[in-house]
Every structure is written in structure tokens, then in C-alpha cells.
């Protein structure tokens, strides 16, 4: 470990205490740091502290005392939101400090914001992550990371905390959202494609807890059918890990991706209809696997 690394004891700030963000901060704290905490929800900020960490009830409460600061919000909007909006934390971070990107956002907006706060003298992680919400209790998540090397080697004890498998993309922030992207397309394909497998199986009388079991064992498997497809056979729509709106936007961020690099994602694109019009139907906050309803409520 490089001497300038982040030791166990420090402070770790902690923004979004969503889903995922709450498998992340047990883990953080389990290994040894101090965690401060923020959330626009009070009754996650009540589940902070019956873990063991603490309230960050001002941006400065936050950076006067963390050198690191991960971030777990949804999307670009929010990113932007808790650095530069009436409650930013970007106007009063030390200088030399770091902060964890682990949204899944576009990656020019990811790559800009590396300039904008380098002007600060701020040190951005592009870390977008993958594993779900039992990765991240776990801390198992899959990390895409790019960086400065050196910025990156000082926060490997953090990202280490909730991140099983750790990938370098090199120095360009960006990159690793791309990656994340990339994650994205081939997630939502899969999610879709089982949806149609078990809907068609459905449709033609077969049980479905037997066809799940018999695609799971060969060669048409995935981690998503695996994931997803029980899901799909019990309609267990309303308990979320995921929901169906969270890929009607990373899909969306596939095609924006696909249309800049003049790439024909013509899958990702299928997808995406089979999400949006889940969503349009009244189940975006379900969990994504009842994108399977768009064929079991029109048969």
C-alpha cells in the first residue's frame, strides 16, 4: 500500500443512501473508517447512525473533516446537485481531496467534471460500480475505475471496502463510465431477452419454475436470468432491487453513447422499447423484471 493511501480510522464522506449506497456504507465502516453521511431522505440519515455512522448535517460538517468523499446518488443531475447546487459540497472541499464518482452517468459530463474540479484542486475517481444491491452488501461490487494513478492508489482502501473486483481503465476520466455504459447495454439485453424467453414459455404452456431451472443449467444462461428470472416467475415485481425507470435511463445513456461514436446498437435499442414501454404502462418503479409484463398482461 502507497504510504499517502487513506488508513483505516479516517473520515469517509458518504453521499446517497440509497439501495445501494446503504450495502456500501456498512461496509466502509466495517472497515475501520469513520463515516459521515448525507441524504436528501431523513429516515435514511435515522439508518445511518443505528449503524454506526454519523450525520453530515451541513456541507462543510462533511468537508472540514473528509479528504475522501464517495458518491452514490442516481444520475448526472444529482452529481451535479451535491457538488455545485445551493448545498454543494465542491465550493468548500480541501484542496488535494478526493471525490468518488460511483453514479452511472454519461461520460463526457464524467470527463468534464474531471476539469471542472480540477480547477478547484479537486481529484475526481471515475468509479462507476456493478454487482447490485447484494454487491454492494457483499462488498463484492465490480469497480470500473479510471484516474490519476496515483490519486487512485491513495483511495484503493475505500474502494476496496465495498468493491470485490477492481479494474484499472486507465488515467482519463470518462473511460470508466464508458465502460459502465457498455455494462448497461449488455444488463438490459439480457433482462429483455429472458423476459421474452420466460413470457414465450408462458405462452405455450410450459411450467415456468421448470423452464427457468432448465435454461439456468445449459447454455442459454446468464447472471440476469439467474437474477431476474425467479423474479419473473413468482411476479415478485414489488420488491425492488432495481427498477424498470433505472434502465429506461442507462439504455437511454447506451444510445446517446451509440449515436456519438456513430456505433449501431441496435439490440440496446430494442431493449430500451421493451423498458420504456414497461414504463409507460405504469411500471417504472417496479422492479425491472416485470419488464416480462409487457407480453403477460397482453396475452
Not at 421448470?210 to 428470472?229: H, N, P, Q, V
Request: proline fraction near 4%; include cysteine.
Amino acid at each position: 500500500m502507497n504510504p499517502s493511501s487513506i488508513k483505516s480510522g479516517a473520515s469517509v464522506g458518504l453521499v446517497g443512501l440509497g439501495v445501494m449506497g446503504r450495502g456500501v456504507a456498512v461496509n466502509i465502516i466495517k472497515s475501520g473508517f469513520k463515516l459521515l453521511g448525507r441524504d436528501v431522505n431523513p429516515e435514511s440519515l435515522t439508518w445511518l447512525t443505528s449503524i454506526g455512522g454519523h450525520i453530515a448535517q451541513t456541507p462543510v460538517a462533511m468537508t472540514s473533516e473528509c479528504d475522501v468523499i464517495v458518491s452514490f446518488v442516481v444520475n448526472d443531475a444529482q452529481t451535479e446537485d451535491v457538488l455545485f447546487g445551493e448545498q454543494g459540497l465542491a465550493a468548500t472541499m480541501k484542496p488535494d481531496s478526493v471525490f468518488i464518482a460511483c453514479s452511472t452517468m454519461p461520460p463526457k459530463y464524467v470527463k468534464d467534471l474531471s476539469h471542472r474540479l480540477a480547477k478547484l484542486k479537486i481529484h475526481l475517481v471515475d468509479a462507476p460500480v456493478s454487482g447490485g444491491k447484494n454487491g454492494a452488501l457483499n462488498g463484492t461490487l465490480t469497480v470500473m475505475m479510471a484516474g490519476d494513478p496515483a490519486i487512485c492508489e491513495r483511495v484503493q482502501p475505500v474502494l476496496s471496502s465495498f468493491g470485490g473486483n477492481i479494474f484499472s481503465l486507465g488515467s482519463d476520466a470518462g473511460k470508466g463510465s464508458q465502460m459502465k455504459v457498455i455494462n448497461q447495454l449488455l444488463c438490459g439485453v439480457h433482462i429483455a431477452a429472458a423476459a421474452e424467453a420466460l413470457a414465450m414459455a408462458k405462452r405455450n404452456g410450459l411450467p415456468l419454475d421448470t423452464s427457468l431451472e432448465i435454461l439456468k443449467s445449459g447454455a442459454a444462461s446468464s447472471w440476469m436470468l439467474a437474477d431476474r428470472g425467479p423474479r419473473m416467475v413468482t411476479e415478485s415485481f414489488d420488491d425492488v432491487a432495481s427498477a424498470v425507470d433505472i434502465f429506461v435511463k442507462d439504455l437511454g445513456l447506451v444510445l446517446d453513447s451509440a449515436r456519438q461514436s456513430t456505433f449501431p446498437a441496435s439490440m440496446a435499442h430494442a431493449a430500451f422499447l421493451q423498458f420504456i414501454e414497461a414504463s409507460s404502462h405504469g411500471h417504472g418503479r417496479q422492479d425491472d423484471s416485470a419488464v416480462i409484463r409487457n407480453y403477460t398482461d397482453a396475452a
